[in-house]
């Protein structure tokens, strides 16, 4: 159907087994583990639940797949737009191998050029695009 990548939030975290086989059936390209987290600690049902399931608990559960997609969103700093958490991701990529999508608290084109710099496989972007706080074109020099 053209898409390429589906995240996988709450079913990653409340059926693993099911998430797994679909990675052996189908190759880890094809899915982006979602890790709402707030705390350090991951949220499921549209935020509105907070697991005791930590962080870094469920990074390692599904490392062992080799290099996974992950979205990981602050979700204190999600909308709010006072930067991304820097610390957290920098942490994250350092203790995992993993492809990183950062999401919440994006500013500017400089939270999104520090993001590229640290390693981090994209940003989702979406009050600072909204509030026309960065462009279209910003968003497309980053990628040149």
């Keep these: ?17 099911l998430v797994s ?8 390209e094809r899915w982006v583990i979602g890790a709402d987290t707030n705390q350090r600690k991951i949220a499921v049902a549209g935020w509105q639940k907070l ?11 599904y490392q062992t797949f080799g290099t996974p997609y992950i979205l990981c969103t602050d979700i204190q700093k999600d909308g709010m737009m006072a930067g991304p958490s820097f610390e957290l991701y920098r ?5 995992f191998s993993i492809h990183l999508i950062a999401s919440g608290g994006v500013r500017h084109k400089e939270d999104l050029m520090a993001l ?10 979406g009050k600072a695009f909204y509030e026309n706080k960065i462009t279209p074109a910003e968003m497309a020099a980053l990628n040149q």
């Design 21 to 28: 086989r679909w990675i052996r059936d189908y190759g880890l």
């Design 1 to 17: 159907m053209g898409a390429n990548q589906l995240v996988l939030g709450s079913l990653a975290v409340k059926n693993p087994e």
């Design 116 to 125: 590229k710099k640290m390693g981090c496989e994209s940003a989702i972007v």
């Design 51 to 61: 697991s005791e399931l930590s962080l870094e608990d469920f990074l390692k559960s």
């Design 91 to 95: 942490e994250l990529l350092e203790q």
